[in-house]
């Protein structure tokens, strides 16, 4: 593609520009309007300079990727409801054996949810349990936490779904979900491990508590510090209270008895009343047991729905579709109304990929990038290792023609 008018490339480069600075720096002091914001700013710029036309823009916007996007955030959500991420944080410390094995775990667990789920949702929930841990075993939170970052985004170039600029690329160039899983997941795992170790070797001193030490630690906390413990409820711990202080009342202010009949008849209204409390809270049992079935069932179809989603993708279905019949599945068997579940749906990030694809537009528009593209494809076939030794022996040639170091 050819170079446009230069008023065009000035004018797109400048939208670009200011998009791009946006972008990168959101809180800039000459104009602080955030990433969303900008990116709007920079599709507006493009449109009114007249660099591409209002249907052109509207045809820009890549609803594919939008509703592939909206899908897995709105799956991710149900599965945070459903506990997913907090037994993901109990295996962080099961049988942990130091601080250096739990950095492992971290990176490691860190780059499966980020893949699956989104490196977003994977940082900012695993990040609650991250601390409590470094709490829990009495270690600095900044190493783990820097595992955590690190590896979601190492594990979130995985998938598709793993890392939004993946959803354009994967469905841009039609790449399936299985094709673009294989070629990543090697490079990936790699990555992990580099990542473990390199953490690991950083912060080696830091990490290296004795066994003793640590054990004494964790005495002194609880067992189950990730999640709550099982405790009587206010009400019932309070209504006994007072049960039993009524009773000792009545047994201190009531006259002894004057013969037995009376003496019989006190017992056995006692004994009634033990009868009546005890069934009572059987049948407060009793409806607390369907409860947890029924809350252990919808967990189970959250899962249930969220494992299909994955094998629809790796069958290579339409994954934007695929993610938003998950969705609205999930909407479907919570039976309730979904709106405080569509309200923790990042909508800005939605409305920045918006304008990103407007902007980008525009500026492919100007021309600039096929012209640089054009400039760099001679020297960007690396498919060959012949190629590359043949670049590097002109390389060479070069260097002792001009004397070069």
Known sequence: MALATSMNVVLGSLAFAIFWVLAVFPSVPFLPI?????SL??????????IITPDQAYDAIDLPVLGLLFGTMLVSVYLERA???????????????GAKDLIFRICLISAISSALFTNDTSCVVLTEFVLKIARKHNLPPH?????????????????PIGNPQNLVIAIQSKISFWNFLMGILPAMLLGVVANSVILICMYWRLLSIPKDEEDATIKHHKEDDLDSPATMSPLTSSSSQEYNSKMEAINEQSPPNINRNMGTTSDNDASAERLT????????GNEDLPLGWKRMLWKSRVYLVTIGMLIAFLMGLNMSWT???????LVVLDFKDARSCLEKVSYLLLIFFCGMFITIDGFNKTGIPSTLWELMEPYAKIDRFSYLEHKW?????????HGLF
């Open 41 to 50: 700013l920079g599709a507006m710029l493009m449109v009114i300079f007249q």
């Open 143 to 159: 190493p783990f936490l820097l595992a955590l970052a690190s590896s979601a985004n190492i594990g979130s170039s995985a998938t």
């Open 393 to 401: 022996q002109h390389l060479q040639l070069i260097r002792k023609r």
């Open 277 to 284: 409390n005890a069934s009572v809270k059987s049948s407060e």
């Open 323 to 329: 993610a938003i019949t998950a969705a609205l599945a």
């Open 83 to 97: 506990n997913m991420f907090k037994y993901l944080g109990k295996f962080l410390s099961w049988k942990s054996k």
């Open 34 to 38: 955030g990433r969303t914001a900008g």
